[in-house]
């Protein structure tokens, strides 16, 4: 008997695009109130994890600095991304 698998989406950037995993925002507490994470500024970093055709100047692995409200969030299948424009990386960290 066959087993059906759950086939993933695997999606790619295109043009100028970048996918960036952005840094997790750690838990703050003040005393004993946990703050949530919604009312913390969003990191502004992360690591570029696949880069589109026509980018230039970036690559998989790069330290990376952006706009705060740039690019689109998304989820699939339980994983997060960030896809963001090339003109949106503000800086790389060596």
Do not use: C, N, W
Request: aromatic residues 6%.
């Amino acid at each position: 008997m066959a087993t059906k698998t759950k086939k993933t989406l695997k999606p790619h950037p295109t043009g100028i695009r970048l996918f960036v995993e952005q840094d997790k925002i750690e838990e703050k507490r003040i005393g004993s109130i946990i703050i949530a994470q919604e009312l913390q500024k969003a990191p502004v970093t992360g690591t570029v994890t696949k880069v589109g055709p026509d980018v230039e100047g970036y690559k998989r692995g790069d330290r990376v600095v952006f706009g705060r409200f740039a690019g689109h969030r998304f989820t699939i299948d339980d994983i997060d991304y960030l896809l963001i424009k090339d003109s949106d990386v503000l800086a790389v960290m060596k």
